[in-house]
Every structure is written in structure tokens, then in C-alpha cells.
Antibody
Framework: QVQLQESGPGLVKPSQTLSLTCTVS??????????WSWIRQHPGKGLEWIGY???????LYNPSLKSRLTISIDTSENQFSLKLNSVTAADTAIYYC???????????????WGQGTLVTVSS | DIQMTQSPSSLSASVGDRVTVTCRAS??????LNWYQQKPGKAPKFLIY???RLQSGVPSRFSGSGSGTDFTLTISSLQPEDFATYYC?????????FGQGTNLEVK
């Protein structure tokens, strides 16, 4: 079954850019049936969808983060990435990458998740 | 954004109990409703999609129902491994949104 693994710095300074990469194994980001998503969870809180990318390069972002967000994909490395700029303490969270499966007539669902990585924004 | 509200926020139950978690959407999401289970320190696990369809490998004691704005997740006979936090999530509109979670604890 497909596996996803997040990587990137665990500590980012305020006003700087948070950068994370998700490496996909036992599956291909080039499959047209899926979107590749980022989701975050503030400590002890619920889940927030950040955005997704399709292998075609099309993206969709949460409007609350859109002005600061870039999601990209590298099909040759079977990875996709997140960049969130101008971060503040409010961006401290566990960041998950996930595969978003499109189910015809029933919407999308996140069927596989990475283990998550904690990113702390602090000077 | 569509707001998803779960009730209760926490629930105490015993092994063997039948438990129900409710999720209400602020507007209709048709059947575009999914359920996830999360244990401490772990990523969420996908359980149910399209309101009532069980993901492959999920035990049959889990079931989901509902459409429009009101949905339920039922565990017919609680097992020790079921104590966790459960989240509903709508994919009817962007941004996808999650409920705040229901923490299922041992009584």
C-alpha cells in the first residue's frame, strides 16, 4: 500500500518560510485518480485542510492560507511540497501530507496519510 | 466555509457498548461526508466515505449513515482498540472542513 513521509525543518523563525516535502512510495504522484494534499493540526486541536495539487499541476488552496501558500509537485522524484511564507506562531502545528482520492459522485476522501511532522514557529 | 459540528465532544463508554457520534453540517453536503479515527501521536485513519461506505479493512462494527446535514457514526460493540478521537469531514465544497472531534474514552 502507498506510503507517505513528510520531511523538513522542525523549527522555523517568525516571518520566514515553512518548507516541507512529502515523499510518496509504493505509489505514484503521477496517477490521475488522486490529488496530493496537505493538512495540519494545531497542538491539541482539530484538523485543517491546507490545499492540494494534481499531477497535472493544478492546485486548490484553502482561501484562509492562499495568499501565503504554494504547493508544488515533482513527478520525477515522486514528491510534492508545501511552502508557507510569512509564518507566525499561529502556524505552529503538526503537518500531514495525504493522498486525496476522488470518488465519483461522493466527493473526495483522504485515504492515506503520512505520519505527520511537528513544525514550531519560534525565534 | 461549511461548519461541521460534532456531538458529543467527549464520550465515556465501556467495551461492548454501542456508541453513536453525530456530525451536523451548517449546510447540505449531500453524502460527501467522511469519518476518520485518530489515536494519540498518530495520523488519522480513514474509516468511512460517502457517509456510509466502509473503507476496505475497516471492521464491520463501524457504520455510518445520514445525508444532507445530519450524519452519524455508530460502533456496534466497542472494542479496546476503538478508544480514540473521531472526526467527520465534508468534501462537498472548498475548503474541505473537519468537525472538532469526538474523544471516545474508557468509562
Amino acid at each position: 500500500q502507498v506510503q507517505l513521509q513528510e520531511s523538513g525543518p522542525g523549527l522555523v523563525k517568525p516571518s520566514q518560510t515553512l518548507s516541507l516535502t512529502c515523499t510518496v512510495s509504493r505509489g505514484s504522484v503521477s496517477s490521475g485518480a488522486y490529488y496530493w494534499s496537505w493538512i495540519r493540526q494545531h497542538p491539541g486541536k482539530g484538523l485543517e485542510w491546507i490545499g492540494y495539487i494534481h499531477y497535472s499541476g493544478s492546485t486548490l488552496y484553502n482561501p484562509s492560507l492562499k495568499s501565503r501558500l504554494t504547493i508544488s509537485i515533482d513527478t520525477s522524484e515522486n514528491q510534492f511540497s508545501l511552502k508557507l511564507n510569512s509564518v507566525t506562531a499561529a502556524d505552529t502545528a503538526i503537518y500531514y501530507c495525504a493522498r486525496e482520492l476522488m470518488v465519483r459522485g461522493s466527493g473526495d476522501c483522504f485515504d492515506y496519510w503520512g505520519q505527520g511532522t511537528l513544525v514550531t514557529v519560534s525565534s | 466555509d461549511i461548519q461541521m459540528t460534532q456531538s458529543p465532544s467527549s464520550l465515556s463508554a465501556s467495551v461492548g457498548d454501542r456508541v453513536t457520534v453525530t456530525c451536523r453540517a451548517s449546510q447540505s453536503v449531500s453524502n460527501y461526508l467522511n469519518w476518520y479515527q485518530q489515536k494519540p501521536g498518530k495520523a488519522p485513519k480513514f474509516l468511512i466515505y460517502a457517509a456510509s461506505r466502509l473503507q476496505s479493512g475497516v471492521p464491520s462494527r463501524f457504520s455510518g449513515s445520514g445525508s444532507g446535514t445530519d450524519f452519524t457514526l455508530t460502533i456496534s460493540s466497542l472494542q479496546p482498540e476503538d478508544f480514540a478521537t473521531y472526526y467527520c469531514q465534508q468534501s462537498y465544497s472548498i475548503p474541505h472542513t473537519f468537525g472538532q472531534g469526538t474523544n471516545l474514552e474508557v468509562k
